[in-house]
C-alpha cells in the first residue's frame, strides 16, 4: 500500500527556520519527481519547490528562492524541505506529493500531474 507522510511541521520564528521530510512507503520513489505544495486558508494550494528523480533538477516558487531547499534521499525514500528565513505569509499547510514522470519541468507547480499526496503538515510562523 501507497503512503506519502509528512512530518516536521511547527511553529517557527520569524527569520528562524523548519525542515519538512517527506516519507514514502509501499512503492519506489527513486523515478518520482517530489513536488512540495502548500495551501494558507482561503487560497489556492500553491507549488513551492520539486526535484526531479535523476538528474536532482530543483525549481522554486519565487515566493521561497532563496530561503527554501529541496532535496532527496533516494536510499531513504524520503525528500525534504529545509525552510530558512521563514515569513509570516509561509504560514499554510505543506503538502509532499510524488510525479512519475519524474522530471519537475516548467510545469511542475501544477496539482494536477502528481499521483500521490501526503495529508500534510501545518506551518506557522509567528512571534
Known amino acids: 500500500q501507497v503512503h506519502v507522510v509528512e512530518s516536521g511541521g511547527g511553529l517557527g520564528q520569524p527569520g528562524g527556520s523548519l525542515r519538512l521530510s517527506c516519507a514514502a512507503s509501499?512503492?519506489?520513489?527513486?523515478?518520482?519527481?517530489i513536488g512540495w505544495f502548500r495551501q494558507a486558508p482561503g487560497k489556492e494550494r500553491e507549488g513551492v519547490s520539486c526535484i526531479s528523480a535523476s538528474d536532482g533538477n530543483t525549481w522554486y516558487a519565487d515566493s521561497v528562492k532563496g530561503r527554501f531547499t529541496v532535496s532527496r534521499d533516494n536510499a531513504r525514500h524520503t525528500a525534504y524541505l529545509q525552510m530558512n528565513s521563514l515569513k509570516p505569509e509561509d504560514t499554510a499547510v505543506y503538502y509532499c506529493?510524488?510525479?512519475?514522470?519524474?522530471?519537475?519541468?516548467?510545469?511542475?507547480?501544477?496539482?494536477?500531474?502528481?499521483?500521490?499526496w501526503g495529508q500534510g503538515t501545518q506551518v506557522t510562523v509567528s512571534s
Open positions: 509501499g512503492f519506489t520513489t527513486d523515478y518520482y519527481a
Open positions: 506529493a510524488t510525479d512519475y514522470n519524474g522530471q519537475c519541468g516548467s510545469r511542475w507547480f501544477l496539482p494536477d500531474r502528481y499521483d500521490y
